[in-house]
């Protein structure tokens, strides 16, 4: 059922002119009719106010919609950037970490291979004799 509230003034004054009316005696069985006539269709009009309230509400529901949609964008938008910021260092951490494993690795390499041909090659000994070739 529709909300006729907002129609109050105009029932209110329509109800003032039928008082004037009846008290005067001018009213006929063909202004009774007219009248009833005239309230129905007061009684299915849809006031200005009541319009004017519809616009608000939905204007309001939207603005809300608005603000909340908003907010979720902002707060996945924030913790989307956390996660990558958080991806980001952990990958840099462990890229640093197989950069020093793999450089000491290779380190202790060369550092054996060296070791190792030093100590082969100090257990030789060549005399002029060899180098000539006898």
């Not at 909300?3 to 009774?32: P, R, V």
């Amino acid at each position: 059922m529709p909300d006729y509230t907002s129609l109050s003034t105009q029932i209110d004054g329509f109800k003032s002119e039928l008082t004037a009316l009846y008290a005067s005696g001018q009213m006929t069985a063909k202004d009774l009719i007219y009248i009833a006539k005239a309230l129905n269709e007061l009684g299915t009009l849809l006031g200005v106010d009541d319009i004017a309230a519809a616009t608000a509400d939905g204007v309001s529901t939207l603005s809300t919609a608005q603000t909340n949609a908003t907010s979720a964008i902002t707060t996945a938008q924030s913790s989307a950037t956390t996660a990558v910021s958080s991806a980001q260092t952990t990958a840099t951490g462990a890229i640093t970490t197989a950069q020093s494993s793999a450089i000491t690795a290779i380190t202790s390499a060369q550092t054996t291979a060296v070791n190792t041909i030093s100590n082969a090659a100090a257990g030789i000994t060549v005399s002029p004799l060899m180098l000539m070739g006898a």
